[in-house]
Nanobody, 130 residues
Framework: QVQLVESGGGLVQAGDSLRVSCAAS???????????MGWFRQAPGKEREFVAA????????DYADSVKGRFTISRDKDKNTVYLQMNSLKAEDTAVYYC????????????????????WGQGTQVTVSS
């Protein structure tokens, strides 16, 4: 089994920074290093949308145009954790942020659509006041 637990959300002002984390618990037979990871978000009344993705090797990343240059995804294989550093936050970044995982044979590929992911966390709320 795989469990993903997000943390670090909160209420911030426009222009502030925030880092959300996703800690992965992986059952025997799997390793965190085998998983490609992604962050998605869902605002009230809107569909879930892709935010950022990182390959299992950590060497490839991908971002939605709306966050490119402001957000950075990274992973720490020793802590089984993936991070999303969010800078220059805007009111339109307000959403529940979800992390997702999929076990991949590719070291470098990143997945950017929700249906590509097999495991999801419960989400963490990020609210940006303007």
């Amino acid at each position: 089994q795989v469990q993903l637990v997000e943390s670090g959300g909160g209420l911030v002002q426009a222009g502030d920074s925030l880092r959300v984390s996703c800690a992965a618990s992986v059952a025997s037979g799997r390793t965190f290093s085998g998983a490609a990871m992604g962050w998605f978000r869902q605002a009230p009344g809107k569909e879930r949308e892709f935010v950022a993705a990182i390959s299992r090797s950590g060497t490839s990343t991908d971002y939605a145009d709306s966050v490119k240059g402001r957000f950075t995804i990274s992973r720490d294989k020793d802590k089984n954790t993936v991070y999303l550093q969010m800078n220059s936050l805007k009111a339109e970044d307000t959403a529940v942020y979800y992390c997702a995982a999929t076990w991949s044979t590719s070291y470098y590929y990143t997945w950017t659509t929700a249906h590509d992911y097999d495991y999801w966390g419960q989400g963490t709320q990020v609210t940006v006041s303007s």
